[in-house]
């Protein structure tokens, strides 16, 4: 009994030696928060506001907007394109039989500058012409009619005559003889409106021929090549001998003396009154950063809105030459201001 009564503190001490070992030490960082009385209190967080950021505000998509200033919107990257460019076609079929035209000459509306083989329908019209003639001359005579009017009055007079002798001495003539003699004269009356009939059927008949004739002048003009309107010729398609089948085009004219500016504008800038025919100043850079100026206005706002917004505007100016040279050139890009006021 004694060594346990020697053996139980041992135990115990143990135990609390252990207990001891497991108590985790307090953490340095943990121990200088706690309180203590050297240390003051604590009071609330003052916050400092940070600094205010630079932002730089959004920017708007490039595009050929309008510029405002005092005279009126400006238009950058505006287009010069033509306002007629035409493939001159042959109409009738056959073989190209001469043709002046050539690339870079100037042309005026009207101007044959070719022809398809068009001996066939030139003696067309000298047989038609004739037989116009001939119906014209008979048509502007009157002698069948004359000729009618004479023998109805020649009829009238013997019948009148023979009345009469019967009138003074009854049974003079027979009764046959009196009738045939009225007959004839009924005849030669009914004649007169004959030959006025068959006069006018002359008269269409030589309007028929004249018709033919211009039937004739039409078939030699649609194998004509001429020129639409006053341009330059850019290209020539077919040549002398060549066959032409109708609508095949023989060359191209392009109209260089009046040009039309394209541009846009923002339908939320500008409302189409405002810029509908308005004058306009055009400016384009040439070679060697020359730039050239040319007047004219609004003659076209479409009435339809893109998504983006815009709205389509032409303008068409007068080119002018220089050393024999147009000095603008379709497909050159231009900046257009529109004067408002």
Known sequence: ?????????????????????????????RAATLPSEKTPPVGPTEVKPAAPRAVNPPTEPSRPAAAPTGKGPV??????????????????????????ATEGMDVRAGMTLGHIDDREPKMQRTISKLKHDAAKAQAESDIDIRFARAAYDAAEYEYQKDKQAIDKIPGAISGVDIMKVKLAAIKAKAGIEKAIVDHRQLEFEADTKGAEVEAADLSIERRQIRAPFDGVVTNVYRHPGEWVAPGDPVI?????????????????????????????????????????????????????VSLAGDYVVFAEVNNRQENGLWVLSPGLSATMTIHLK
């Open 252 to 304: 191209k004219v392009i109209q260089v003396d009046r040009l039309r500016i394209e541009g846009s504008l923002s339908a939320s800038e500008y409302d189409p009154p405002e810029i509908d025919g308005r004058p306009v100043t055009i400016e384009a850079e040439l070679a060697h950063g020359r730039k050239v100026k040319f007047t004219g206005k609004v003659v076209f706002v479409s009435p339809l």
């Open 75 to 100: 238009l950058a990257n505006c287009r010069v394109e033509l306002i007629q460019e035409v493939q001159v076609p042959g109409i009738e079929a056959g073989v190209l039989l001469a043709l002046e």
């Open 1 to 29: 009994m004694r060594w346990l009564s020697f053996l139980l503190p041992c135990v115990v001490v143990l135990l609390l030696a252990f207990a001891l070992r497991g108590v985790p030490a307090v953490e340095p960082a």
